[in-house]
């Protein structure tokens, strides 16, 4: 069984920042890409960035320059500090990994919970 459980949303300001955490637990054997999706009322899912392994990032267009992600192998977190927040980073952020199960030794796709981020004056 493997869990991630994600933190840090809220309510800010236009301009402020906040720092998302996402930490996995459980039956892990090895943790590939972690990353942030998004998605705000009456859209898609989207992209907001990945963290390779190695550390290596990919940005959505629409937050380079603003957010940035890194990741913690030895605490299989990973984080997103997002800077320079508009109302239109308003939506609900997902925390994605891609983990290879120590009890099966297979590949899967891992979702968090979601946590809510509000911008808004």
């Known amino acids: 069984h493997v869990q991630l459980v994600e933190s840090g949303g809220g309510l800010v300001q236009p301009g402020g920042s906040l720092r998302l955490s996402c930490a996995a637990s459980?039956?892990?054997?090895?943790?590939?890409?972690m990353g942030w999706y998004r998605q705000a009322p009456g859209k898609e899912r989207e992209l907001v960035a990945v963290v390779t392994r190695a550390g290596t990032t990919n940005y959505a267009d629409s937050v380079k320059g603003r957010f940035t992600a890194s990741r913690d192998n030895a605490k299989n977190t990973v984080y997103l500090q997002m800077n320079s927040l508009k109302p239109e980073d308003t939506a609900v952020y997902y925390c994605?990994?891609?983990?290879?199960?120590?009890?099966?030794?297979?590949?899967?796709?891992?979702w968090g919970q979601g946590t809510q981020v509000t911008v808004s004056s």
């Open positions: 994605n990994a891609g983990i290879i199960s120590s009890n099966t030794f297979l590949f899967d796709n891992y």
């Open positions: 459980g039956s892990i054997l090895k943790i590939n890409d």
